[in-house]
Protein backbone atom coordinates (compact mmCIF):
# COMPACT_ATOMS: atom_id res chain seq x y z
CA UNK A 1 0.00 0.00 0.00
CA UNK A 2 1.32 3.45 -1.12
CA UNK A 3 1.98 6.11 1.18
CA UNK A 4 -0.21 9.09 1.81
CA UNK A 5 0.51 12.41 1.24
CA UNK A 6 -1.72 14.17 2.25
CA UNK A 7 -1.51 15.33 5.91
CA UNK A 8 -5.14 15.16 6.58
CA UNK A 9 -4.79 11.53 4.89
CA UNK A 10 -2.16 10.37 7.17
CA UNK A 11 -4.02 11.96 10.11
CA UNK A 12 -7.11 10.08 8.95
CA UNK A 13 -5.09 6.34 7.90
CA UNK A 14 -3.11 6.75 11.59
CA UNK A 15 -6.21 7.20 13.90
CA UNK A 16 -8.00 4.17 11.11
CA UNK A 17 -5.38 2.11 11.70
CA UNK A 18 -5.03 2.73 15.62
CA UNK A 19 -8.50 1.77 16.35
CA UNK A 20 -7.95 -2.01 14.75
CA UNK A 21 -4.80 -2.56 16.32
CA UNK A 22 -6.63 -1.45 19.81
CA UNK A 23 -9.94 -3.29 18.71
CA UNK A 24 -7.48 -6.74 18.62
CA UNK A 25 -5.19 -6.21 21.30
CA UNK A 26 -6.26 -2.76 23.72
CA UNK A 27 -4.51 0.53 24.53
CA UNK A 28 -1.88 -1.32 26.44
CA UNK A 29 -1.15 -4.46 24.32
CA UNK A 30 -0.66 -2.04 21.64
CA UNK A 31 2.67 -0.15 20.23
CA UNK A 32 2.63 2.94 18.45
CA UNK A 33 5.53 0.98 16.41
CA UNK A 34 2.96 -1.45 15.66
CA UNK A 35 0.55 1.56 14.06
CA UNK A 36 2.91 3.74 11.84
CA UNK A 37 4.32 0.17 10.65
CA UNK A 38 0.56 -0.65 9.79
CA UNK A 39 -0.25 2.90 8.57
CA UNK A 40 3.20 2.55 6.40
CA UNK A 41 4.31 6.18 8.01
CA UNK A 42 7.84 7.25 9.72
CA UNK A 43 7.46 6.98 13.54
CA UNK A 44 8.89 10.26 13.33
CA UNK A 45 5.64 11.44 11.33
CA UNK A 46 3.34 10.51 14.40
CA UNK A 47 4.19 12.80 16.69
CA UNK A 48 3.84 15.42 14.12
CA UNK A 49 -0.28 14.65 14.57
CA UNK A 50 -0.14 13.44 18.30
CA UNK A 51 2.53 14.35 21.48
CA UNK A 52 1.98 11.04 22.71
CA UNK A 53 -0.01 7.43 22.77
CA UNK A 54 -2.77 8.87 25.34
CA UNK A 55 -3.51 11.64 22.86
CA UNK A 56 -3.32 9.50 20.39
CA UNK A 57 -5.96 7.14 21.71
CA UNK A 58 -8.37 10.67 22.81
CA UNK A 59 -8.56 11.91 19.74
CA UNK A 60 -9.91 8.07 18.21
CA UNK A 61 -12.30 8.33 20.94
CA UNK A 62 -13.56 12.28 19.89
CA UNK A 63 -13.73 11.13 16.32
CA UNK A 64 -16.14 8.70 17.61
CA UNK A 65 -18.14 10.62 19.53
CA UNK A 66 -18.34 13.32 16.15
CA UNK A 67 -19.21 10.42 13.87
CA UNK A 68 -21.75 9.88 15.94
CA UNK A 69 -23.43 13.25 16.61
CA UNK A 70 -23.25 13.05 12.57
CA UNK A 71 -25.29 9.69 12.89
CA UNK A 72 -27.67 11.48 15.27
CA UNK A 73 -28.43 15.28 12.96
CA UNK A 74 -28.75 12.68 10.13
CA UNK A 75 -31.71 10.50 12.31
CA UNK A 76 -33.91 13.78 13.61
CA UNK A 77 -33.60 15.49 10.56
CA UNK A 78 -35.79 12.65 9.09
CA UNK A 79 -38.22 12.27 12.36
CA UNK A 80 -38.95 15.66 13.19
CA UNK A 81 -42.45 14.96 14.14
CA UNK A 82 -41.71 11.52 16.38
CA UNK A 83 -38.12 12.12 18.80
CA UNK A 84 -38.64 8.95 20.65
CA UNK A 85 -38.97 6.83 16.78
CA UNK A 86 -35.75 8.79 15.56
CA UNK A 87 -33.71 7.98 18.99
CA UNK A 88 -34.77 4.21 18.53
CA UNK A 89 -33.72 4.52 14.75
CA UNK A 90 -30.40 6.10 16.11
CA UNK A 91 -29.52 3.09 18.38
CA UNK A 92 -30.97 0.40 16.14
CA UNK A 93 -28.70 1.98 13.41
CA UNK A 94 -25.58 1.67 15.65
CA UNK A 95 -26.67 -1.88 16.35
CA UNK A 96 -26.93 -3.19 12.65
CA UNK A 97 -23.29 -1.14 11.99
CA UNK A 98 -21.88 -3.29 15.11
CA UNK A 99 -23.87 -6.58 13.08
CA UNK A 100 -21.91 -5.27 9.54
CA UNK A 101 -18.33 -3.85 10.94
CA UNK A 102 -15.49 -6.04 10.92
CA UNK A 103 -14.36 -3.20 13.61
CA UNK A 104 -16.78 -2.03 15.97
CA UNK A 105 -16.13 1.60 16.62
CA UNK A 106 -18.52 1.98 19.41
CA UNK A 107 -17.35 -0.80 21.30
CA UNK A 108 -13.59 -0.34 20.85
CA UNK A 109 -14.04 3.19 22.25
CA UNK A 110 -16.26 2.23 25.03
CA UNK A 111 -13.12 -0.45 26.46
CA UNK A 112 -10.49 2.30 24.99
CA UNK A 113 -11.86 5.31 27.03
CA UNK A 114 -12.18 2.54 30.20
CA UNK A 115 -7.98 1.56 29.56
CA UNK A 116 -6.63 5.33 29.48
CA UNK A 117 -8.98 6.81 31.96
CA UNK A 118 -7.53 4.66 34.59
CA UNK A 119 -4.16 6.36 34.63
CA UNK A 120 -4.96 9.95 32.90
CA UNK A 121 -6.74 12.90 34.74
CA UNK A 122 -7.24 14.81 31.15
CA UNK A 123 -8.92 11.78 29.62
CA UNK A 124 -10.93 11.25 32.80
CA UNK A 125 -12.07 15.13 32.58
CA UNK A 126 -12.47 14.87 28.72
CA UNK A 127 -14.27 11.30 28.77
CA UNK A 128 -16.72 12.90 31.23
CA UNK A 129 -17.70 15.53 29.42
CA UNK A 130 -18.11 13.58 26.44
CA UNK A 131 -20.38 11.64 28.91
CA UNK A 132 -22.08 14.41 30.28
CA UNK A 133 -22.79 15.91 26.44
CA UNK A 134 -24.28 12.31 25.46
CA UNK A 135 -26.78 12.68 28.49
CA UNK A 136 -27.61 16.07 27.47
CA UNK A 137 -28.34 15.84 23.97
CA UNK A 138 -30.43 12.41 24.95
CA UNK A 139 -32.30 14.43 27.98
CA UNK A 140 -33.55 16.91 25.11
CA UNK A 141 -35.24 14.39 23.37
CA UNK A 142 -36.67 12.67 25.96
CA UNK A 143 -38.01 16.37 26.78
CA UNK A 144 -39.34 16.75 23.90
CA UNK A 145 -41.14 13.45 23.93
CA UNK A 146 -42.18 13.89 27.46
CA UNK A 147 -44.29 17.36 25.78
CA UNK A 148 -45.54 14.73 23.45
CA UNK A 149 -46.77 12.20 26.03
CA UNK A 150 -44.88 9.49 24.54
CA UNK A 151 -42.52 9.09 27.21
CA UNK A 152 -42.92 8.80 30.75
CA UNK A 153 -43.12 11.87 32.67
CA UNK A 154 -43.04 10.56 36.26
CA UNK A 155 -39.07 11.09 36.16
CA UNK A 156 -37.02 13.91 35.11
CA UNK A 157 -35.42 13.84 31.29
CA UNK A 158 -31.75 14.01 32.94
CA UNK A 159 -32.55 11.37 35.30
CA UNK A 160 -33.83 8.90 32.10
CA UNK A 161 -30.85 10.10 30.05
CA UNK A 162 -28.20 9.66 32.34
CA UNK A 163 -30.38 5.61 33.33
CA UNK A 164 -30.40 5.15 29.73
CA UNK A 165 -26.17 6.04 28.96
CA UNK A 166 -25.06 4.40 32.46
CA UNK A 167 -27.12 1.32 31.63
CA UNK A 168 -25.92 1.32 27.46
CA UNK A 169 -22.06 1.31 28.84
CA UNK A 170 -22.74 -1.72 31.57
CA UNK A 171 -24.84 -3.46 27.93
CA UNK A 172 -21.19 -3.05 26.27
CA UNK A 173 -19.20 -4.42 29.16
CA UNK A 174 -21.53 -7.69 28.64
CA UNK A 175 -21.51 -7.65 24.88
CA UNK A 176 -17.45 -7.73 25.62
CA UNK A 177 -17.85 -11.07 27.93
CA UNK A 178 -20.62 -12.55 25.50
CA UNK A 179 -19.01 -11.69 22.40
CA UNK A 180 -22.26 -11.14 21.64
CA UNK A 181 -24.37 -8.17 20.25
CA UNK A 182 -27.35 -9.50 22.21
CA UNK A 183 -26.97 -7.46 25.56
CA UNK A 184 -27.37 -4.39 23.31
CA UNK A 185 -30.45 -5.44 21.89
CA UNK A 186 -32.17 -6.52 24.77
CA UNK A 187 -31.48 -3.05 26.59
CA UNK A 188 -32.53 -1.26 23.86
CA UNK A 189 -35.78 -3.48 23.50
CA UNK A 190 -36.40 -2.74 27.32
CA UNK A 191 -35.69 0.94 27.34
CA UNK A 192 -37.80 1.54 24.41
CA UNK A 193 -40.49 -1.31 24.92
CA UNK A 194 -41.09 -0.80 28.47
CA UNK A 195 -38.65 1.01 30.73
CA UNK A 196 -39.09 4.63 28.57
CA UNK A 197 -42.93 4.13 27.47
CA UNK A 198 -45.78 6.97 28.91
Not at 6 to 14: A, G, H, Y
Not at 93 to 102: F, I
Request: charged content about 25%; proline content about 3%; aromatic content about 8%.
Amino acid sequence: MSRPKNPDMIRTRLLDVGLAAFAKRGYHGTGIKEIVDTAKVPKGSFYNYFKSKEEFALAIVLRHSEEFWGKWRESFDSHQIDPLQALRDCFDTMLTEHLCCSVNTCSVVVHLAGEICENSETCRSTMSAVVQEWSEKLAVVIRQAQKAKIIRQDLEAHQLATLFWDAWLGAMQRMKMNNSAEPLKQLVDLMFGTILKA
